[in-house]
């Protein structure tokens, strides 16, 4: 979750991975783009199946965030300490 980046999508509807973020991806792979709302999730078929429940909580979380920012409800950080949060979280979770 360290990875953050902006892209642009282009006149014909095509969005750019970063290139540091296309480490173990490989030229013609596929992938699964799922919407929910005003998100999008972008998916390697090949790991689709595996992680879909969590990618469905991670979506539904996410659309709820993003309803408490747009209602004012929400704690205002700097990235750095954002990311030592979520790390702390993940060591006290033990997510890999």
């Known amino acids: ?3 953050i980046s902006i892209t642009k ?3 014909k509807g095509q969005i750019v991975i970063p290139n540091e973020m296309r480490k173990g991806l490989k030229e013609g792979e596929d992938f699964v783009i799922i919407k929910n709302k005003r998100q999008y999730i972008l998916k390697s078929v ?4 595996e992680n879909l429940k969590e990618d469905l909580i991670f979506a539904k979380r996410t659309e ?3 309803k408490r920012y747009e209602n004012g409800k929400f704690i205002e950080t700097d990235f750095d ?3 030592e949060k979520l790390k702390k ?3 006290d979770k033990n997510i890999s």
Request: overall charge negative.
């Open 1 to 3: 979750m360290e990875n």
């Open 9 to 11: 999508m282009s006149s």
């Open 46 to 49: 090949k790991d689709f199946k």
């Open 64 to 66: 709820e965030a993003w």
């Open 81 to 83: 300490e954002f990311i």
């Open 89 to 91: 979280i993940k060591d």
